[in-house]
Structures are given as C-alpha cells and as structure tokens.
C-alpha cells in the first residue's frame, strides 16, 4: 500500500480518543481517591538524535491541557544522546496522567520523519502470523504522530491484530481501547502511600483501586514489573485481589525476578531465552510460580519489542512449554514494534514533592531512575 492511498486527517478534535485508554481509566481512579502528588516526568529516546523536532508541538499540548505544569526541554533542531533528558515535566499527575500518549507522539512521530504504510502493514503482518493462535493488541500510539494513529489501526487491523490502546484506533474493532494498570498509576499511588506511612504493596494496592473504579466487564490486568518484582508481586496480587492477568513489559535495564538459564534454543532465537528485559526464561519463571501456587488461571500478556522475529521465538518457546506443562506460557501479545525505523520516546515519572519533607524525593520504576541534565531550558 502506497502512502498516498490513505488521506490523514490532520487535526485531533479530542485528544482523549488519541490517548491510551489505561491513562484514562488511571485518571479517572486517581480522581476518585483523591490521589494527587506533585511528580516529575523525564523524558528520553533510546537512540542517538542528530537533530530533535516535535518539542514545540509537545510543549504547546502539555500547556494548552496542564497550563500549571513547569516543562524544561531542549530545542528543535539540536543533538541528543541515548538516554539522555529531552523533557522533563513537573505538575500534578492528574493534570499530566492522560497527556503521556499524544506528547511523546508529536516527539517520535516528528523525529521518526517519514513513515510509510507498507512496511508497517508488512511488519503488523508478520507478527500477528507468528502469533498464530495467540490474541496481538496493538499498543504503539506513542510512537506516531496522533494524527495518523486511526490509520496505523486500521493496518493493524487488517493485518490480524486484535484491539488497540486508543479509542480513535479500536472504531476498526467496532470496540473501544484496550490496556492494563500502568506505571505511572502505581508510582503514583506509591507516593500516597508514603505520604500517609502506609506500607501497603503499590501495585496490589492499584489493583485494589482498579476494581473498586472499574465496571467488571473491563480486564483486570496488572503491569507487574514496576518494583522488578514479577513474580512476588504476582502471587501477591492473585492472593489478595481480583485479578484475571498480568502484563510483563520489563525494561532494557532489568532482569526479570527469578529466571535461571536453560538452554532450550540455538540459532537466532537464543537471544531471546535469558538476560535482561522480557525474555523466554522469565516468562517461563513466572509461568512455572503461577502453576505452583494454583493460580495457572491468571493470564499472561507479554510486551516490550515483539517485533515478527521476537514473536516467533516466543511462539517456538510457548511450543515446548505446552508439550511439558500441558499449559501455554503465555496468553497474549501487547506490540508497538511495528516499525523498525521508529524513534520511540518514553516518558517515566522519576520523583515526587514530599509534603511532609518540603523536598523532591527520588521516585520511579526500578531501574529508571531520573538522569542529570545541565542542558535543559524553561523558556514556555
């Protein structure tokens, strides 16, 4: 398919539509509660940009929707290293929870450039045939302009997946967005809990949250890799709260809790088995704990890179795991991975203002913590 076949629309009427929809669901639970910290967001790219673009269309949403927040970035048209600090974004997370998804669109969507539909039609494809029998949601909004993410759908869409994070992408389901309990509700409920002395384990806490929020025909599905606890925080949370899965989308800087090596690929898939990330042997931990403990039920979604060749590594894993256990390892795919030229920008909340201490307190996921920067401005 060629890139002029499809007209884009280039004005977003309602950024909600664009929005993740577990940004939104976090929203409305963190209204509820009356939970709000002061936090600060950081934002980064995992590649070295020769030339940043998109700032001022991310800065110009951030304010148009938070105008309370404080946001120091660097400027179009300059260098940046891996990892390195683009943006960071201080406000109250109510006004900044639901913002994540379009802002870092504008910034990958800009620095990607050019994006063409017939590879992301081959590559959406080719996961979806690797996963054969196994349920693909796109969850990639944040790595495209917003404008064009209703198109991505419906390439997804054809292509085999089965949903979508955003509502404006899941009209081609005849559905709505899809998600799961995110990081940046469970940080931020972290933060409550600190601020009251409470001890209560953030993550089963949100799922706690979630169910008393959300009506029950929504999945209960946990991200269970905020605190590198996969496993632990999974039984905990299967213990004590109405849960139907969890979602593993640990991070480049983490290796996932309780994965020991076993040499069950050769070839071009063994990358996949061990190490850091969302790997075959991690998931085969937390599969083999979950079986263990009677909870075999609990679903498993895995995300982070599922490009076509990770999803059939995984898929040839699942293979031999069900010729033991009599169970699958895992249960569904979450992907943005659709485009290997991509820019992806990722946005992570790294602190929060203690009341009770007057000062910023270092606050984020395991192995996320917040980066220096002497170059950043505040000139919004």
Known sequence: MNSSDRQIINKMKDYKQHTDKYFLRSKHILEKENINPLVRYQVFAR?????????????????????????????????????????????????????????????????????????????????????KDKPVFYFGARHFDPRIDEEICRICHESGFAGCSTDIGAKHWNSTGIGTIPHALILSIEAWLKENKDPSNPSVTAAQMFNR????????????????????????????????????????????????????????????????????????ALKKKLIECDFEHIKITVSSGFNPEKTAAFMSADEKFNNIYKQPLFDSIGTGSIYPDAIMTTSDIVAYYSENKDKWIEHHKVGRRENPSNRLTNID
């Open 47 to 131: 590649k070295d940009i020769t030339s940043i673009s998109g700032i001022n269309d991310a800065v110009k949403f951030i304010k148009e929707h938070a105008p309370d927040s404080k946001i120091y970035h660097l400027i179009d048209g300059q260098s940046c290293a891996s990892c390195e600090p683009i943006m960071k974004i201080e406000g109250r997370v109510q006004d900044l929870i639901d913002l994540e998804t379009v802002y870092l669109g504008y910034l990958s969507g800009a620095m990607t450039k050019f994006i063409s539909p017939s590879i992301i039609q081959h590559n959406s494809y080719k996961i979806a045939l690797a996963a």
């Open 213 to 284: 929020h959300m009506p029950n025909d929504i999945s209960r599905i946990l991200l269970i890799d905020t605190y590198n606890r996969e496993i632990s925080d999974s039984i905990l949370a299967a213990k004590t709260t109405k849960l139907g899965g969890v979602r593993i989308d640990t991070c480049g800087e983490n290796m996932s809790e309780g994965q020991t090596y076993v040499p069950t690929m050769s070839g071009k898939y063994n990358k996949y088995v061990y190490g850091n990330g969302v790997t075959i042997s991690s998931i085969s």
